[in-house]
Every structure is written in structure tokens, then in C-alpha cells.
């Protein structure tokens, strides 16, 4: 299962994205906002591409955003209802998750049965908010506290956005 748009190659996981993973996971500035603190070593990162090589065994649903063949990110349905995506900080501002998102979004209303996708971010992600707001995403609410790196604890907004209405 691949999806493809005018840039990218929308894959599954696979065991050679690990060095270009772990070069993005171990970012600090690519996880300033992530619920996990930066990957220390290749194995965090291994351990995560394994549960992501297992999970689209079952569902391919959680894709590698791949440009000239090579990893720069991934996104799609996380868990249960939720999606979410990083990518590459050499590659933000270039409109490559919103491209890589509407091919997405489509494919998981059509593969799932989810009534709705939800996604949750940091307040303070103006490029994530932003982004989730651009694809018709809604917020629903916010929270305090809800995740706590290195002794730091941030908020939340959530979204959703309604399974579209059948045609005809």
C-alpha cells in the first residue's frame, strides 16, 4: 500500500528508515512539541520503527512520508481515532504535511470506520494548529497538564473532524 502525491511517496515503515528516523526523533527542535522527549540513542528509535513495521501489518495506516526516496517524516492514524505526524525541521513551511495529510485523510475514512479523526497538540504549535485548522479539523477543548517532559508539563488543544456525509 503506497499513496502517492505530486512530491511524495507515501509508504509503509521499513527496517532502512532507522538512521533517517533516529536523525529526526533525537532533533530537539523537531520534538519540542512531542509527547516523548528526544530519542537518545538509535535503539528508542528502532523500538518505535518496530511497532510501526508490526502495526501496519495489521493496518496500514500510520505512513513514512518519503521525498526522493528518502524518509523525512510520517503521518497518519496513531491510535484509535487520533493522527498525527513529524517531519524533518529542513523540510517544515513547504507545505509537505498538508500535501502528504490530504492524501491521508481520505484514505483513513475509507479504510477505517472511524466517524470521526482527532488529533491533539501543544497550544503553543502554531504550525500544528494551523495545519489541523487548514485540513477542516475543529477544536473541541483544551487541557492543562497533560504532558510532562524532563519536569516541564505542557497543555493540550484537541481537534476532530467529522466522517464526510455519503454521496448521493
Not at 516523548?36 to 493496518?59: C, F, G, S, V, Y
Not at 529542513?90 to 485523510?105: F, N, P, S, V
Not at 479523526?117 to 492543562?144: V, Y
Request: aromatic share 10%.
Amino acid at each position: 500500500m503506497r499513496l502517492l502525491t505530486e512530491r511524495l511517496i507515501l509508504r509503509a515503515p521499513l527496517p532502512e528508515d532507522l538512521d533517517r528516523m533516529f536523525a529526526v526523533y533525537s532533533d530537539p527542535h523537531a520534538m519540542r512539541y512531542w509527547s516523548t522527549p528526544p530519542h537518545e540513542t538509535p535503539q528508542i528509535t528502532k523500538d518505535l520503527l518496530d511497532r510501526r513495521i508490526a502495526a501496519w501489518a495489521a493496518a496500514p495506516v500510520n505512513f513514512q512520508i518519503t521525498l526522493n526516496d528518502s524518509y523525512i517524516g510520517n503521518a497518519g492514524n496513531f491510535r484509535d481515532d487520533e493522527i498525527g505526524f513529524m517531519l524533518d525541521p529542513r523540510y517544515w513551511r513547504q507545505g509537505i504535511l498538508t500535501e502528504a495529510m490530504r492524501a491521508i485523510i481520505p484514505h483513513l475514512f475509507t479504510t477505517t470506520d472511524h466517524a470521526r479523526l482527532t488529533a491533539d497538540a501543544d497550544p503553543n504549535n502554531a504550525a500544528s494548529c494551523g495545519l489541523l485548522q487548514k485540513l477542516g479539523f475543529a477544536e473541541t477543548h483544551r487541557a492543562k497538564n497533560t504532558f510532562c517532559i524532563n519536569g516541564v508539563w505542557s497543555d493540550s488543544v484537541y481537534f476532530a473532524l467529522p466522517r464526510p456525509a455519503p454521496l448521493g
